[in-house]
């Protein structure tokens, strides 16, 4: 779906926690999070976390170093 968004000019970034899916469904762009299903931006009223990853992906949108089906690892602030 990503891909056929960007078909009509909107970025999209997709955020995943496999690595094989990631470059199986070769998104447009990948930040991949080291996070369980159903909980990819992070727990339950963590919203400074929340924040942080979701900015994070968002700042790959505006990285015009961000080359195409190009997979990123999330690396919250505090962890090496």
Known sequence: MAREIERHGISTIC??????????ILPP??????RPMGALLGDPNDSIGQRALVQSAL????????????IRIYQ????P
Request: aromatic share 0%.
């Open 15 to 24: 955020v995943l926690n496999l690595q094989k899916v990631a470059d199986r």
């Open 29 to 34: 762009r990948t930040l991949l999070v080291n």
């Open 59 to 70: 700042s790959m949108l505006g990285d015009a170093t961000v080359l195409p089906g190009e």
């Open 76 to 79: 919250p602030s505090g962890n």
